[in-house]
């Protein structure tokens, strides 16, 4: 329909992998949610619960990146991406988890970026 505002939100993890001294590929995969209507009051609680766990999980990574900063930077990644893909994937069929909501319109996406520096 035309006129009509859509909110949404969307998760993207990707790493960057540098094969020689000016050239790197990035990798990444993201996926896209789009709310069939807003509810902003089950849209709140849903985002304060998601933000609230990621705070202690990203609390968590930087204590291990302060104790070990090459094994903190694998946890930090692994953690945090696998801690959104999970959110995301409870959101899959209820928009605003763990409230009874309809299901998202989704778009999951790979991409492969190249860099080139000279």
């Given at each position: 329909?035309?006129g009509?505002?859509r909110f949404?939100?969307?998760?993207?993890?990707?790493?960057?992998?540098?094969?020689t001294?000016?050239?790197?590929i990035?990798?990444?995969?993201?996926?896209?949610?789009?709310?069939p209507?807003?509810l902003?009051?089950?849209?709140?609680?849903?985002t304060v619960?998601?933000?609230?766990?990621?705070?202690?999980?990203?609390?968590f990574?930087?204590?291990?990146?302060?104790?070990?900063?090459?094994?903190?930077?694998?946890?930090?990644?692994?953690?945090?991406?696998?801690?959104?893909?999970?959110?995301?994937?409870?959101?899959?069929?209820?928009?605003y988890?763990?409230?009874?909501?309809?299901?998202?319109?989704?778009?999951?996406?790979?991409?492969?970026g190249?860099?080139?520096?000279?």
């Amino acid at each position: 329909m035309a006129g009509v505002f859509r909110f949404g939100s969307s998760f993207e993890a990707g790493i960057n992998l540098q094969i020689t001294k000016g050239f790197s590929i990035q990798p990444k995969y993201e996926t896209a949610d789009i709310f069939p209507r807003h509810l902003a009051g089950k849209q709140l609680m849903s985002t304060v619960i998601e933000y609230a766990g990621f705070g202690l999980l990203e609390t968590f990574t930087k204590a291990v990146m302060k104790n070990s900063p090459v094994a903190g930077t694998f946890v930090n990644f692994i953690l945090l991406n696998a801690y959104e893909y999970g959110f995301y994937q409870l959101k899959k069929d209820q928009m605003y988890w763990p409230f009874v909501s309809s299901a998202p319109l989704r778009y999951e996406t790979f991409k492969l970026g190249m860099t080139f520096v000279f």
